[in-house]
């Protein structure tokens, strides 16, 4: 079910808790749901690496309405392009106010998601269109090697 | 990204998270401000400039992106816009996909719907939904006369309202559950019935139920599973709660025991609703919808639903009843199905040293929830032996 008015409510939520609890709480509540809700997801990128979390983005991306978005996997890291974000075009021309921050969920989210299957998570760009990148950690980076 | 495809999924995430990090009314504001003012702030401007008629060609349109399967009814003569809700893809999001993280993820419709009517002079004059994706809604201007209709379509009038178990509102206000506590919120319902009793003894279907540990305990009400109930297999007695497994087993004998106790001395049905399940159609069994067990143990934070994983056997899910309900416990027949004589329940035959377990449930989760149960109960909680040398 890709209803994409349940994007005013993704930014609805988000505006909420930044101006009920503070931008602290919205950071927290991003992180988590990556770490709790999306738990099985990255369980899934972490057992079967790149190829499958690219595959996930890409079937992830085509549920998405007007989405526009290139994935490539480029060594062990994942590259998603997305010169279209679907959100941020729903949002803009059913003429809604975007949280500032709005963009922020996928470097927490994602980055939480990313973590726990042993990527970290880069993002350029946003509002609409942006360079979106999960990238393994090594053992140095974790501090293990 | 956080799209729309999933959104149901975390739409009820957050409702947890809100609800487990700032409380109950927490929630509610999140519904009234952030769903029904910003959100769905669309349905106010359309019903704020053409009344019913706004509402009710927003809905269509949601309800042709949303894909469901519902009948809106509008008659301006008679002030009445009506829904009839059959399959509810965003519930049908959670039932499909094995998802409840939250106490009640239905009520968050009503959590939006009233406060935004409020807002234009409107009410929700009636609805009800049975938590299996089935509801019905009857809205009207309040400053109207408002005559209910009579459809050939009502979902009422469906096999499948008989699924599930039913909360109510009529003009905006949400209505007891059970006739017999005032309360509309499932916990209190379940923490009223139980005030009565300081210790419960709690009795799953081993083998040791039958022995002199168990014979031995004290206890002023006694709280079985269905088969116990149907069968009378290792407690005579007349139970004060009885929990329906995911798997009822002789319903039909349950109903007939049920239906010919008086109505004061019958027990309190429980049930899990478990969302990966089949719903069972308990008003065609003849019997009244159990209230919901999973909202209290959420809150309690005894139980979290892990789609697709083993969730614990029905005599577990009463102990942790009993550790939410902050009562004293003594509790017999869960052994694991490794009591010393073989037998997985009271009066069968010895299995096979290899019981398996079936997919849904497992030692582990059985024991992983014991153990937190008994770790965070507020109340001495006494385990069978046995029990407790499988859990040592």
């Not at chain 1, 349940?6 to 101006?19: E, G, L, T, W």
């Not at chain 1, 290139?70 to 974000?85: F, N, P, Q, R, T």
């Not at chain 1, 949002?91 to 922020?104: G, W």
């Amino acid at each position: 079910m890709s209803a994409p008015d349940f994007y005013f409510a993704v930014n609805a939520i988000a505006r909420h808790i930044h101006d009920e609890y503070g931008k602290d709480v919205l950071i927290d509540y991003w992180q988590n749901l990556g770490m709790e809700y999306y738990r099985e997801r990255s369980a899934r990128w972490a057992e079967g690496g790149a190829p499958l979390l690219a595959e996930d983005w890409q079937t992830y991306f085509l549920n998405e309405p007007n989405a526009q978005v290139a994935v490539a996997v480029e060594g062990k890291s994942v590259v998603l392009d997305i010169s279209v974000c679907p959100a941020i075009k729903h949002l803009r021309d059913s003429k809604r106010e975007i949280l500032d921050c709005f963009c922020e969920h996928c470097d927490h989210t994602c980055g939480a998601m990313a973590s726990a299957a042993g990527y970290r998570f880069e993002r350029e760009g946003g509002m609409g269109s942006c360079v979106q990148r999960f990238i393994p950690i090594t053992h140095e980076a974790k501090g293990v090697g | 990204m956080l799209g729309c495809q999933d959104f149901c999924g975390y739409y009820d995430w957050t409702f947890h998270y809100i609800r487990r990090r700032f409380g109950q009314d927490a929630v509610a504001k999140l519904w009234a401000e952030a769903i029904a003012e910003d959100s769905q702030s669309h349905y106010i401007k359309a019903g704020g400039e053409r009344g019913l008629r706004g509402l009710y060609d927003t809905w269509v349109k949601t309800g042709e992106e949303e894909q469901c399967d519902w009948t809106f009814t509008l008659d301006e003569q008679k002030n009445v816009l009506r829904m009839d809700m059959r399959v509810c893809p965003s519930k049908g999001f959670l039932l499909d996909n094995d998802r409840n993280a939250d106490e009640d993820y239905c009520d968050h419709c009503m959590g939006w719907i009233g406060p935004a009517l409020e807002s234009i002079g409107a009410e929700v004059v009636s609805h009800e939904h049975n938590h299996c994706g089935q509801c019905w809604w009857e809205m009207g201007m309040k400053d109207t006369p408002h005559q209910p209709l009579d459809l050939d379509i009502d979902i009422r009038k469906d096999h499948r309202w008989g699924s599930g178990y039913v909360e109510s509102w009529r003009h905006n206000t949400k209505l007891p559950l059970l006739e017999k506590s005032g309360s509309s919120d499932p916990c209190q319902v379940l923490i009223d019935w139980f005030a009565q009793y300081d210790r419960l003894l709690v009795l799953g279907r081993g083998p040791s139920t039958a022995d002199k540990w168990s014979a031995d305990q004290a206890h002023d009400g006694v709280v079985v599973t269905d088969p116990t109930y149907a069968t009378r297999d290792v407690f005579e007695g007349d139970p004060v709660g009885v929990m329906i497994g995911d798997k009822p087993v002789s319903l039909d004998r349950f109903a007939e025991r049920f239906n010919a106790t008086p109505p004061e001395q019958r027990p309190l049905l429980m049930h899990m609703f478990l969302p990966g399940n089949p719903m069972i159609d308990f008003v065609g069994a003849g019997l009244p919808r159990p209230v919901p067990i999973l909202p209290l143990l959420i809150r309690a934070g005894l139980y979290r639903h892990r789609p697709g994983q083993p969730y614990p056997t029905t005599g577990v899910f009463l102990l942790l009843l009993a550790v939410a309900l902050q009562k004293e416990a003594a509790v017999a027949g869960i052994d694991l199905y490794r009591h010393p004589s073989g037998s997985p329940y009271l009066g069968q035959a010895p299995g096979s040293e290899d019981f398996r377990w079936p997919d849904w449930h497992s030692q582990a989760c059985d024991t992983s929830h014991i153990r937190a149960a008994v770790g965070s109960a507020e109340k001495p909680v006494a385990l069978h032996p046995i029990l407790a040398d499988l859990l040592a």
